[in-house]
Structure formats: C-alpha cells, structure tokens
C-alpha cells in the first residue's frame, strides 16, 4: 500500500555513505559560508544521493550537533557560534 512517504531502509549507524555526506555537508558550509537548506542540497549535489538520502544527512547533522540553524533561516557549522561574551 501507497502511504506517500518515501521509505528508506538503511539505518543510519549501518551506512557507509552517510559520512562521506555528512563531512561534504559541513566541508560546503565551511568554505562557503551559511546558507539556506535548499542553497545547501544544490551546493552539495544532493540531486545525485538518492532519494531521501540528503533529508537523513541533514537530520543527522542537525542531531549530532554538526550544524546548527544561523541566522535569517540560515544554516552552518556548530563551529562558526560566536562566543558569548
């Protein structure tokens, strides 16, 4: 049965690609700066991941504290906050 969702079969801790795409994510956004999340999928070449596979990196990046949402819906590298101060 159809449920609209794409399904994706591999999990996380079992895939071999997903750190390649997570060291890309965080490679654009450090020499490029922040950018917005569609800016980024383009910057990275998402189109030729896979479906669903740029979706899962993001999250995983988002939840391991890798990147971190900036300012004006941007987003960048945990590494780029400015300390407090």
């Not at 795409?21 to 490679?27: D, H, K, R, S, Y």
């Not at 922040?34 to 669903?52: I, T």
């Amino acid at each position: 049965m159809w449920s609209g969702y794409a399904y994706v079969a591999t999990l996380p801790d079992q895939d071999a690609d997903l750190d390649n795409e997570l060291a890309t994510i965080e490679q654009t956004l450090n020499n490029k700066g922040p950018l917005s999340k569609r800016q980024l999928r383009d910057s990275v070449g998402a189109a030729r991941w896979g479906p669903g596979r740029f979706k899962t990196a993001f999250n995983t990046a988002v939840e391991e504290e890798r990147i971190e949402r900036g300012a004006s819906g941007t987003w960048r590298t945990a590494r780029e906050r400015q300390p407090a101060g």
